[in-house]
């Protein structure tokens, strides 16, 4: 299983993002899928999940402003972030985990928000 992130770039405070993780091996559909970031200096952290039953988590710094869902048609798994903050600057991983099963993670793809 590979897992493609893209959409990450330069915004400015206030803006949007829309980030997109396609999984190969069509076996989306039986898992859960996350966003973590990681920020400079810091470790790796939970921004949103999302079940194979469409059940949303999401960390409380981007309650109100992220949302995830999922394409199991697609096997894409997506991030709309608004109302982006400097605060949400960091590297993006998309995630695929089931219980009993290894977890997937994707390559990364770095969002700064900047003016």
């Known amino acids: 299983v590979q897992l493609q992130a893209s959409g990450g770039g330069l915004v400015q405070p206030g803006g949007s993002l829309r980030l997109s993780c396609v999984a190969s091996g069509r076996i989306l559909s039986i898992m859960t899928a996350g966003w973590y970031r990681q920020a400079p200096g810091k470790q790796r952290e939970l921004v949103a999940t999302?079940?194979?039953?469409?059940?949303?988590n999401y960390a409380d710094s981007v309650k109100g402003r992220f949302t995830i869902s999922r394409d199991d048609a697609k096997s894409t798994v997506s991030l709309q972030m608004d109302s982006l903050k400097p605060e949400d600057t960091a590297v993006y991983y998309c995630k695929l985990e089931r219980a009993g099963w290894r977890n997937y993670w994707g390559q990364g793809t770095l969002v700064t928000v900047s003016s």
């Open positions: 999302i079940t194979s039953g469409g059940s949303t």
